[in-house]
């Protein structure tokens, strides 16, 4: 079946060191999407990239779809604080309409 | 404040037991995604409503159903609970039933079987 992993599972970093998170997908994606989880609370929609090779940035995230469309990664650089949670991608299904989340990446930031 | 509301927040009950979950979408939303995240397991997609009907159907047991209402409300049903459906249950909603729509989440439903 379809499936979208993500590595690492976990990451501690100290406050203001850079932090990757990678989702590969099985399949080709026809867009992807990021969303975060803050501890206790619920996923919040961050971005979407649709074009092969898209890089687009917020702030001090930067995120980028592969060429291939079957692989994507999110960047934060000088963490913060406020950066700890569980960044998830998210993929469309090859049938039907809804996505298939990845397995998340837990970040936590060092003070 | 995504606009999704969902009830009850918390609930405890014991195996073996039914319960319902109750999800309202943002306004004008039509399509309405149900999700299940357990502590050693991302969010599993569930089953998802598009304007009443049923448009995908995820990882869902035979225990489980759900049913979007004319309304555009939507609701979870679990019976014959076991220990293992203890989880958080999130309710999604978004404009259209495309892949490509955002989705919004509602706080989700703590669920705890004993």
């Known amino acids: 079946g379809q499936q979208v992993m993500q590595i690492p599972q976990y990451q501690h970093v100290q406050e203001g060191e850079d932090f990757t998170t990678y989702c590969n997908s099985s399949t080709t994606l026809s867009n992807i999407q990021w969303y975060k989880q803050r501890p206790g609370g619920h996923p919040v929609f961050l971005i979407q990239?649709?074009?092969?090779?898209e890089v687009k940035k917020q702030k001090r995230l930067t995120f980028q779809f592969g060429e291939a469309k079957k692989n994507s990664s999110l960047h934060i650089t000088a963490t913060q604080t406020t950066d700890v949670g569980t960044y998830f991608c998210a993929g469309p299904a090859n049938t039907g309409n809804q996505f298939y989340f990845g397995t998340g990446t837990s970040l936590t930031v060092i003070p | 404040d995504s606009g999704v509301t969902q009830t009850p927040k918390h609930l405890i009950t014991a195996t073996g037991q039914r319960v319902t979950l109750r999800c309202s979408p943002r306004?004008?939303?039509?399509?309405v995604y149900w999700y299940q995240q357990s502590l050693d397991q991302g969010l599993q997609f569930l089953i998802q409503y598009y304007n009443g009907e049923e448009r995908a159907k995820g990882n869902i047991l035979e225990r489980f159903s759900a049913q979007q209402f004319p309304d555009l409300h939507s609701e979870l049903n679990l019976s014959s609970l076991e220990l293992g459906d203890s989880a958080l249950y999130f309710c999604a909603s978004s404009v259209r039933g495309q892949a490509g729509n955002t989705i919004y989440f509602g706080e989700g439903s703590w669920l705890t079987v004993v």
């Open positions: 306004s004008g939303d039509l399509s």
């Open positions: 990239l649709v074009k092969s090779g």
